[in-house]
């Protein structure tokens, strides 16, 4: 799962809209469509988002968090540590290898502490 494919389905169970209905109004397969909420597709465009929150007639705020969502959704990241420091491109490649297995609040602690570096900056 993804953030956007979890919120779009969410979205979709609010509104009592089937993955088929939604599929035909937007224009997709409803293969792809099962496919994006599940993961197993890459975040969807930006005509693929706006066609999506036309559908729900989303407004701004609702909107604007969908796009957030879906940019923070892509489910084959990559990371480019050229240049860095040793150290980091051990940790991203250690980071790679357990992300499966972390617990959920060992990664809610690694989320905070982005969340607090970020907001040093």
Known sequence: ???????LRELRRKRGVTQRA????IGVTPAYLSALEHG??????????????????????EAEELFR??????????LDTAGLPASYTAF?????????????DVIDEMDAALEKARAKR
């Open 1 to 7: 799962m993804t953030p956007f494919g979890t919120a």
């Open 92 to 104: 991203a490649n250690r980071l790679a290898a357990r992300i499966r297995t972390l617990p959920a």
């Open 22 to 25: 939604l599929a035909e109004a």
């Open 40 to 61: 197993q597709r890459g975040r969807p465009s930006f005509e693929l988002l706006q066609r999506i929150v036309g559908f729900f007639n989303i407004i701004w705020d």
């Open 69 to 78: 969502l879906a940019d923070a959704s892509h489910p084959k990241v990559s």
